[in-house]
Structure formats: C-alpha cells, structure tokens
C-alpha cells in the first residue's frame, strides 16, 4: 500500500452538511478510490454511523472509527483486531454512576451511550466543573479522557482511546507512513486528528475550538463540508 493515501475524516459538519458538496465529493471518489483508503472518525456510535452512510451519499468505508474513538470497525462490519482488547475493564457505567453527583451535566439519550462512552450535554464548561469532573473520575479510579466538543457535547472515554489514536492504529496496521494520512475536522473532537503527524485539513465551518488548538502546519480552507474536504486533498495531494 506504498502508493496509497488515505482518508481520515469526521462526518457531520466535516464531510456531511452540504449535501451538493457529498455528492461531488463521492463522485471524485468514486473515480480514485484505488488510489485511496477511506476512514470515517465520527462521534456517532455504530449504528447511527451505519444508517447515516445508508441514507447518504457517503462512499462505503474501508474502516470506521465510531463513538469518539472508542470503536474500530472494517468497512464490512467486522471488529478492527487488536483494538478494544486493550480497554478490558473499563465501564462507562462507572463514569456515569461518578458524574451523577453533577446536577449542570445533562446525560445523553442511550442511544447515544455505550460501554466505552459516557456522553453528556454542557453549555459552555467552565475550568471548575471541568475539574470537578476530573477529580470524580480520580475517585473512582477510572483512567479517561475527557473530550469536549461544540461548545456543548462531552465525552468520557477511555485514556488510550480517540479519534487520533484510533486512526493511528488503523494507519499503522496498514503500514502507511503518516505523511500519507490527511485528515479533515470541525469542531473539539478531532483535534487529536491534528496530533499524530498527519497532514491535516480544517474545513472553512470549523469551530473555533478546534481552529485555536491545531498549529500553523494544518491547512486552513476556505471552502465548508465536503468541499473544503476536496480542497483539502488539492491541497496536500496535488490531485
């Protein structure tokens, strides 16, 4: 796989929410995609993921990685090897039972939970609850990783799980050199996208959350969603 690139992408405001862009998108993929691996990262879990490409222009994966990096799945569904095997033991309904103390987190619907991910709702996290967050976890002797995104969304997750580790472990099991990984985000959770050595891409809508931690070796474009994606691969492909 010495000649190939992949794709490291995160779904919705990333490669999902201009719906002529996706289409563009697909169809240039369609016509190179033996040239390319293409990785969705999303903060969906597996499901919502899978309804999403369903119900979309979304080209069909070569690998997911789902519920804010705490999942690895191959395009056909099946478990990524070597992936979740680390995370023996670890519970989210331990981080939940923890985090009950906290009246201003809201919890997320189940749908939106899994064993790996507690996820909640908090406008604006200020640096207090943030570590009293971090202090509950202590407490109950959960090793995590706290993921906030939007201005609102909050994950819980394991400390060696993310969207950046998760790509890492796909791209090194597929012996690629990371200056052949672009990577695309929007918003808090794919920053560790942006810390693993890959050529990263912020599309034009991103948040500035994500805008303020990534450095000046990301390309910044001017185009939104999936076209700010295509002017990404422009960019560090030459295509």
């Given at each position: 796989m010495d000649a190939v690139r992949i794709l490291v992408t995160d779904l919705d405001g990333t490669l999902v929410g201009d719906t002529g862009a996706l289409v563009r998108f697909a169809a240039w993929y369609a016509?190179?995609?033996?040239?390319?691996?293409?990785?969705?990262?999303?903060?969906r879990v597996r499901d919502s993921l899978w309804r999403l490409i369903e119900e979309t222009d979304l080209p069909q994966p070569d690998a997911v990685i789902s519920a804010v990096g705490t999942e690895i799945h191959a395009g056909d569904g099946r478990p990524w090897p070597g992936w979740t095997e680390q995370f023996r033991g670890w519970d989210a309904d331990i981080v939940r039972r923890a985090l009950?103390?906290?009246?201003?987190?809201?919890r997320q619907p189940d749908a939106a939970q899994s064993q790996?991910?507690?996820?909640?709702?908090?406008?604006?996290?200020?640096?207090?609850?943030?570590?009293?967050?971090?202090?509950a976890l202590q407490e109950a002797a959960v090793d995590?990783?706290?993921?906030?995104?939007?201005?609102?969304h909050l994950d819980v997750i394991p400390a060696r799980a993310g969207k950046g580790k998760a790509a890492r472990f796909v791209v090194d099991s597929w012996c690629v050199p990371g200056d052949r990984v672009l990577v695309f985000g929007d918003s808090g959770n794919d920053i560790e996208l942006f810390q693993q050595g890959f050529r990263g891409t912020l599309v034009a809508n991103a948040h500035p959350e994500l805008s303020a931690a990534i450095g000046d070796d990301a390309y910044r474009s001017p185009f939104a969603y999936a076209a700010g994606v295509l002017?990404?691969?422009?960019?560090?492909?030459g295509i």
């Amino acid at each position: 796989m010495d000649a190939v690139r992949i794709l490291v992408t995160d779904l919705d405001g990333t490669l999902v929410g201009d719906t002529g862009a996706l289409v563009r998108f697909a169809a240039w993929y369609a016509e190179r995609g033996d040239q390319y691996r293409l990785v969705y990262a999303t903060g969906r879990v597996r499901d919502s993921l899978w309804r999403l490409i369903e119900e979309t222009d979304l080209p069909q994966p070569d690998a997911v990685i789902s519920a804010v990096g705490t999942e690895i799945h191959a395009g056909d569904g099946r478990p990524w090897p070597g992936w979740t095997e680390q995370f023996r033991g670890w519970d989210a309904d331990i981080v939940r039972r923890a985090l009950d103390r906290f009246p201003w987190l809201t919890r997320q619907p189940d749908a939106a939970q899994s064993q790996l991910k507690a996820s909640y709702d908090v406008q604006n996290l200020r640096a207090s609850y943030r570590l009293g967050i971090q202090r509950a976890l202590q407490e109950a002797a959960v090793d995590a990783t706290i993921v906030y995104s939007l201005g609102l969304h909050l994950d819980v997750i394991p400390a060696r799980a993310g969207k950046g580790k998760a790509a890492r472990f796909v791209v090194d099991s597929w012996c690629v050199p990371g200056d052949r990984v672009l990577v695309f985000g929007d918003s808090g959770n794919d920053i560790e996208l942006f810390q693993q050595g890959f050529r990263g891409t912020l599309v034009a809508n991103a948040h500035p959350e994500l805008s303020a931690a990534i450095g000046d070796d990301a390309y910044r474009s001017p185009f939104a969603y999936a076209a700010g994606v295509l002017d990404g691969i422009r960019y560090w492909a030459g295509i």
